[in-house]
């Protein structure tokens, strides 16, 4: 099929890669010319494990091409996505002058029948807006379709190409059937392709998500109160998550949830209930234990130092909001780092992928080391903010050697206590 997507940020990119690799042919549009051409010339402007190879190779098969003209793309698509920015506005609820803009110009544009995806996370509602946005300008006829993503940064290219389940928000038989054909590739092993309205798929995705960071949330409270009855947050999980009920994942406590996504889209689908008079009492709870959470370790260090954090050299391993990227949106090492600036703490970080970002926003306040270890010369202690899998399994030896003090934070939980007690650490971590 001829596909457009509209908006190459991480959804768009992910979204137009993987469509080509199933033989359809592809344009991405994007309004950013110098990102367009470095496109064009096979650059891949973010950092996703896999994605780059088959960038590579629908780029040179000729099945993945890049514009900045909006015409070119409703020229291409039969199917056109829309994976555009749905940034937070003040208030929390999510700002859509990008997708709706987009609309209008569709509107303006649109001489032949399209299906419209609306592939970012929108508020429920918004593809009656898209759909009055596009008609105002033509009477041509088009659907809109709700098909939001649920892709995990660092597993994004697998999570599209081989999708749990695909929500298709249509009332719009010819266009279903349409996204179907579009989507039987990737079902192939039985998952299911879930046809619904498209309100409830758009809610789908708010519920999915803010559901996720709620489980999450909950077993932070949890390990906060492991620590005031000494109990091993750990144990309690495996104890909880062998209930199929409830399952294994997403119970890993430790300093906040963060990233592009869950942040912005519980605190919209608060807002979203709070402006038709629903309150949403456990989305209210679970932004505010997440916001203390990301600061959990501040009190456990203080209390190691005697309250006296006062020009300390901190060492800080992991600063992306999780492994396997560089995002450092709503990152936790980042509320920590801040906080630390504040006590004059010399502060040396590490990371595998974050640190340009970070070196953007934070310039010379904090030092940029090498490697891991380079980070630790003469730090009095140790701060684990992210669990990327260099840091599991360290030489303690040489970690002890290069530090100055011998204790360590671990927001991940990475280590057995004794194992690492049994090093001559002082070893403080979450709900343990
Ligand atoms: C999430 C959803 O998983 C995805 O379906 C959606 O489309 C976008 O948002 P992502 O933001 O990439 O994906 O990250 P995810 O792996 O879900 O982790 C989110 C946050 O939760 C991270 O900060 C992570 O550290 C934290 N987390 C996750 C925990 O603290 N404990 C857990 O057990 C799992």
């Known amino acids: 099929m001829n596909i457009t997507v509209v908006g190459t940020g991480y959804v768009g990119l992910v979204t137009g890669t993987c469509l080509a690799e199933t033989g359809n042919d592809v344009i991405c549009i994007d ?26 190779r629908n780029i040179n098969a000729g099945r993945l091409n890049f514009s900045t003209s909006l015409q070119d793309g409703l020229d291409h698509g039969e199917i056109i996505f829309l994976a555009l920015p749905t940034p937070e506005d003040e208030d929390g609820s999510a700002d859509l002058k990008y997708v709706l803009g987009v609309a209008q110009d569709i509107g303006k544009r649109i001489t032949e029948y399209k299906i419209i995806v609306d592939k970012s996370t929108v508020p429920v509602g918004t593809s009656e807006k898209v759909e009055a946005a596009i008609s105002q300008h033509t009477s041509v006829e088009f659907d809109v379709v709700s098909n939001p993503e649920f892709l995990r940064e660092g597993f994004a290219v697998d999570d599209f190409l081989k999708p749990e389940r695909i929500v298709i928000g249509s009332s719009s038989e ?17 998952n299911p392709i879930i046809i619904m309205d498209e309100k409830s798929a758009e809610l789908t995705k708010y519920a999915s998500n803010a559901f996720l960071a709620t489980k999450i949330t909950f077993m932070n409270e949890i390990a906060n109160y492991c620590e ?41 689908l608060h807002k979203s209930g709070a402006d038709l008079d629903y309150d949403f009492k456990i989305l209210n709870a679970v932004i505010d234990v997440n916001s203390k959470q990301k600061l959990a370790l501040i009190p456990k260090i203080k209390r190691y130092f005697n309250n006296d954090l006062h020009g300390k050299s901190i060492a800080i391993w992991g600063l992306a909001f999780k492994p396997e990227t560089d995002d450092i949106r709503e990152a936790p090492s980042l509320e920590i780092i801040n906080t630390l600036l504040k006590y004059n703490c010399n502060i040396s970080v590490y990371d595998p992928e974050a640190m340009p970002n970070v070196k953007q926003k934070l310039g010379d306040k904090i030092s940029y080391a090498e490697s891991m270890y380079d980070a630790l010369k003469n730090a009095e202690t140790l701060i684990i903010c992210t669990e990327w899998s260099v840091f599991r399994t360290p030489d303690f030896k040489k970690v002890k050697d290069l ?20 090093e001559g650490f002082d070893y403080i971590s979450i709900g343990r």
Do not use: W
């Open 31 to 56: 309004i950013d010319a110098d990102k367009i051409a470095r496109m064009k010339k096979g650059e891949v402007p973010i950092y996703e494990p896999h994605l780059d190879i088959i960038f590579e």
């Open 174 to 190: 010819r266009a279903i059937e349409k996204m179907k054909k579009l989507y039987n590739p990737y079902v192939r092993s039985g």
């Open 228 to 268: 005031k009855v000494g109990a091993d947050v750990d144990k309690v999980r495996i104890g909880m998550g062998t209930d199929s009920r409830i399952g294994k994942r997403f119970l890993f406590p430790g300093i906040g949830y963060g990233g592009s996504c869950f942040p912005k889209d519980v605190k919209a």
């Open 403 to 422: 530090m100055k003090g011998q204790s360590i934070f671990d927001g991940r939980n990475l280590y057995d206590i004794k194992d690492i007690e049994k």
